[in-house]
């Protein structure tokens, strides 16, 4: 597809020129919703916890 200027429209079409069927992008947009509403409540592993922790001290020491 093209856009107004005559170039491509990089929101439809893919690498290819071609674009989804609208049905393959609906499925498409529900399973990556679920893997990210998963994956936003997974718990935060220990380890990125203390790694926070110790940032965060070292930027109220350097105040």
Partial sequence: MRDSAGGRDPDVDGADGVALDPKVQAQLGRV??????????????????????????KQREKK
Avoid: G, N, S
């Avoid at 679920?34 to 990125?48: E, M, N």
């Fill in 32 to 57: 990556f919703r679920a893997y990210c509403d998963d994956l936003i409540h997974q718990p935060i592993p220990d380890k990125f916890t203390v790694l926070l922790a110790k940032l965060e001290a």
